[in-house]
C-alpha cells in the first residue's frame, strides 16, 4: 500500500506561480512513476506530468514550458512547480503514484487561478 498526500494549492493571479507537493508514505520501494493529474469542474480528469524513477519526464502539450515535475528521493517526495498560471489551470490537481500492482491516489489539492 501506498499513501500519498498533496499539498500547496491555494488561489492564485493569472501569470503567478505555485509549487504542489506530494509525500508519499508505504511501500514506496515498488513505485515506479508517480505524477500529477488534474480534473476542473464538468471535465474529466486529465494528466498533468508524469516522472518515471529513471527520470523520464511527459507532459500534456497545455502545461510545457510552464509546469516542471521533480522528485526528491530522500524526502519520499514529488513537486509540480507550475509557473505563468492561467485561469484554465483552475482544477483540483491529484497526485498519483503506480506500482506493478496497482495504483494510488491523494485526495486532491485546489488550484484556483483567478483575479
Known amino acids: 500500500q501506498v499513501q500519498l498526500v498533496e499539498s500547496g494549492g491555494g488561489l492564485v493571479q493569472p501569470g503567478g506561480s505555485l509549487r504542489l507537493s506530494c509525500a508519499a508514505s508505504?511501500?514506496?520501494?515498488?513505485?515506479?512513476?508517480m505524477g500529477w493529474y488534474r480534473q476542473a469542474p464538468g471535465k474529466q480528469r486529465e494528466l498533468v506530468a508524469t516522472?518515471?524513477?529513471?527520470?523520464?519526464?511527459n507532459y500534456v502539450d497545455s502545461v510545457k514550458g510552464r509546469f516542471t515535475i521533480s522528485r526528491d528521493n530522500a524526502k519520499n517526495t514529488v513537486y509540480l512547480q507550475m509557473n505563468s498560471l492561467k485561469p484554465e489551470d483552475t482544477a483540483l490537481y491529484y497526485c498519483?503514484?503506480?506500482?506493478?500492482?496497482?495504483?494510488?491516489w491523494g485526495k486532491g489539492t485546489l488550484v484556483t487561478v483567478s483575479s
Open positions: 516522472r518515471t524513477s529513471s527520470g523520464y519526464t
Open positions: 498519483n503514484a503506480d506500482t506493478l500492482d496497482a495504483g494510488y
Open positions: 508505504g511501500s514506496i520501494f515498488n513505485i515506479y512513476r
